[in-house]
């Protein structure tokens, strides 16, 4: 673990002094807004009032597939520098070269993007606040869907830090981890596409989409979260043990 | 403070560095010697715990480099070649940085910071952007990097590649001065380089250390083998004089420019002969003859011929060598 926090404020530096971050923020905050107000806008074109769910538990929830999809763009374009970066211009060799192990680098590195992920979920909060001006908001729903979305990002996180460290280029690092985080998104697709059975069973408990609807009614089934917790835990091992073997590369 | 033994390491087939063993001794300063490609940033990089080595060990201050690698690495200030940094960061943020994950202690860190700056002078430079920097500051942001934990010993690879002149003996001249406190390795290829701020050197060719010792030792090491007498009498009667003198391979001789009657003879000492034994005898022969010497000057070996002549030796050929193929 050492060599974890230095490591971790200067990736939080250089996420935020270069426009990328920024940028990100921008596109997912616009993509969230226009998501939401297509949602909110739909639900006021509704005769009938008497649904079960509101416009915020469909944002998290049913409709959560346009929400899953900025993930897919966002969580691999925030991964894809943390290792290729360092590798390609050299730096990782003064890292490498001070008392820092492995699995202090790799943890600082992906606790960086996942805090700017949840930074970036941040302003979404306010979506919840405005719409409670004109109804009632289930804030534990609310709570836990939030939770949904911090274990989603941490396991395509994980995933897109694992991407990157296989390669020396950004734009294979991202290419990767698109791949790996769209096939898990896939996976859980299954669900609706096969007959009723194992592989049926097997699809719907990987389903990132089940998982935030659940949560989005305010279930929380810790296995939805040891499985996302499983991927981080896992991607993030396999990544120190690549740092590691660079020394015999 | 550095004790490398055995040192090898290879990439499947290719061995880059092959049993390497050395010592570096507390406050020194050693060149280490090597035409490129020569295997001299494998080795520093084994040293500084980049690389594992395929075998053989490596002791920093008494910690093994594999076993006790934390500990290694932090008595060890690493520049490596080309200087690499993250361009994002101002100078003052990375050499923090760079502190903090030294394990400078946070209280002692600002100090710290502030003193590498003053070392490496790019106190100037301190709150710009590293990418906006030139080469020659962005080296020595990398030196205050290499100083900033105030490291016993610092591995510096090629650090004055790329400066001009200027920033040439600057460098050199900072590295003389940090000589007293810190043990210095430094690789180069630049010979006057070593001449200029090193104790001793150590000479690599071809991933095998081929020689190791204080410069005299290294220039005395190639053995004399050139000599030239200023001579009194006509060239070409001297020459023939010299023509029966055993052990000598080669006679050039040239008329001296100040005195017509003067001329200057070089004899080359062949290999197997002993160098001065057989100038005792062209001086017999010479005087025989009727020549009047006057000056009989062995040639001292320049660093950048026995340099030449030590990583040129096992030169591996492209074909046809059974040696060469030694995996």
């Known amino acids: 673990m050492s060599g974890f926090l230095a490591v971790y404020r200067r990736e939080m530096l250089s996420l935020w002094v270069t426009p990328l971050a920024?940028?990100?923020?921008?596109?997912?905050?616009?993509?969230?807004?226009?998501?939401?107000?297509?949602?909110?806008?739909?639900?006021?074109?509704?005769?009938?009032?008497?649904?079960?769910?509101?416009?915020?538990?469909?944002?998290?929830?049913?409709?959560?597939?346009?929400?899953?999809?900025t993930l897919l763009l966002v969580c691999p374009a925030l991964t894809m520098r943390t290792f290729a970066e360092e590798r390609r211009s050299g730096t990782i060799e003064t890292l490498l070269t001070a008392p820092v192990t492995p699995s202090g680098v790799v943890l600082g590195k992906y606790l960086a993007v996942l805090s700017t992920y949840a930074a970036m979920w941040a302003p979404t909060v306010l979506y919840v606040v405005v719409l409670r001006k004109t109804g009632s908001v289930d804030w534990?729903?609310?709570?836990?869907?939030?939770?949904?979305?911090?274990?989603?990002?941490?396991?395509?996180?994980?995933?897109?830090?694992?991407?990157?460290?296989?390669?020396?280029?950004?734009?294979?690092?991202?290419?990767?981890?698109?791949?790996?985080?769209?096939?898990?998104f896939v996976l859980g697709v299954g669900e609706y596409v096969f007959e009723p059975g194992l592989l049926r069973d097997v699809c719907a408990h990987l389903s990132v989409g089940s998982q935030m609807e659940e949560m989005s009614r305010g279930i929380i089934d810790l296995r939805r979260l040891v499985f996302d917790a499983s991927i981080a835990v896992a991607s993030l091992y396999v990544t120190a043990k690549v740092v590691d073997s660079w020394r015999w590369g | 403070?550095?004790?490398?033994?055995?040192?090898?390491?290879?990439?499947?087939?290719?061995?880059?560095?092959?049993?390497?063993?050395?010592?570096?001794?507390?406050?020194?300063?050693?060149?280490?010697?090597?035409?490129?490609?020569?295997?001299?940033?494998?080795?520093?990089r084994m040293l500084a715990g980049f690389l594992g080595a395929t075998a053989g060990r490596v002791k920093i201050a008494g910690f093994d480099v594999a076993t006790q690698s934390l500990e290694a690495r932090a008595h060890v200030g690493y520049m490596p070649e080309a200087a690499p940094l993250y361009p994002e960061l101002r100078v003052r943020e990375y050499l923090a940085f760079r502190a903090a994950l030294k394990r400078v202690p946070r209280r002692a860190r600002k100090a710290a910071v502030e003193r590498s700056l003053e070392q490496a002078a790019v106190k100037d430079v301190a709150d710009t952007p590293i990418g906006q920097l030139s080469k020659g500051y962005r080296q020595r942001v990398a030196l205050a990097d290499a100083l900033v934990?105030?490291?016993?010993?610092?591995?510096?690879?090629?650090?004055?590649?790329?400066?001009?002149?200027?920033?040439i003996v600057e460098v050199r001249k900072l590295v003389?001065?940090?000589?007293?406190?810190?043990?210095?390795?430094?690789?180069?290829?630049?010979?006057?380089?070593?001449?200029?701020?090193?104790?001793?050197?150590?000479?690599?060719?071809?991933?095998?250390?081929?020689?190791?010792?204080?410069?005299?030792?290294?220039?005395?090491?190639?053995?004399?083998?050139?000599?030239?007498?200023?001579?009194?009498?006509?060239?070409?009667?001297?020459?023939?004089?010299?023509?029966?003198?055993?052990?000598?391979?080669?006679?050039?001789?040239?008329?001296?420019?100040?005195?017509?009657?003067?001329?200057?003879?070089?004899?080359?000492?062949?290999?197997?002969?002993?160098?001065?034994?057989?100038?005792?005898?062209?001086?017999?022969?010479?005087?025989?003859?009727?020549?009047?010497?006057?000056?009989?000057?062995?040639?001292?070996?320049?660093?950048?011929?026995?340099?030449?002549?030590?990583?040129?030796?096992?030169?591996?050929?492209?074909?046809?060598?059974?040696?060469?193929?030694?995996?």
């Not at chain 1, 997912?28 to 939401?36: A, D, E, K, P, S």
């Not at chain 2, 009727?290 to 070996?301: C, E, F, K, Q, S």
């Open chain 2, 176 to 327: 003389r001065e940090l000589g007293g406190s810190h043990t210095i390795l430094l690789s180069t290829h630049i010979l006057p380089e070593v001449e200029a701020v090193c104790d001793r050197a150590l000479v690599i060719a071809h991933g095998r250390l081929v020689a190791e010792g204080t410069l005299a030792e290294l220039t005395a090491q190639k053995r004399t083998r050139e000599i030239r007498l200023t001579v009194r009498g006509e060239a070409e009667r001297l020459e023939r004089a010299l023509n029966g003198v055993a052990g000598l391979a080669r006679v050039r001789s040239k008329a001296a420019s100040t005195t017509p009657s003067v001329c200057e003879l070089l004899l080359d000492v062949a290999d197997d002969a002993d160098p001065e034994s057989t100038v005792e005898r062209a001086v017999a022969a010479l005087v025989a003859a009727g020549g009047g010497v006057r000056n009989v000057t062995p040639l001292r070996a320049s660093l950048e011929a026995v340099f030449a002549e030590l990583t040129a030796g096992d030169e591996p050929r492209p074909s046809g060598d059974a040696k060469a193929s030694d995996a």
């Open chain 1, 22 to 69: 920024w940028v990100l923020l921008v596109v997912f905050l616009l993509l969230q807004g226009t998501i939401f107000y297509s949602i909110v806008v739909h639900f006021t074109g509704m005769a009938d009032l008497a649904v079960e769910t509101g416009p915020v538990e469909a944002y998290f929830g049913q409709e959560s597939v346009f929400l899953l999809m």
């Open chain 2, 1 to 44: 403070m550095i004790e490398a033994q055995h040192l090898t390491k290879d990439y499947g087939s290719i061995v880059a560095v092959k049993d390497v063993s050395f010592e570096v001794g507390k406050g020194e300063i050693v060149g280490f010697l090597g035409p490129n490609g020569a295997g001299k940033t494998t080795t520093l």
């Open chain 1, 140 to 184: 534990h729903a609310v709570g836990s869907s939030y939770l949904g979305l911090l274990g989603v990002g941490a396991a395509y996180l994980a995933l897109g830090t694992l991407m990157s460290s296989m390669s020396k280029s950004q734009l294979i690092a991202l290419l990767l981890a698109i791949f790996a985080e769209f096939g898990l």
């Open chain 2, 149 to 167: 934990s105030s490291p016993p010993l610092l591995i510096l690879d090629e650090p004055t590649a790329g400066l001009d002149p200027n920033q």
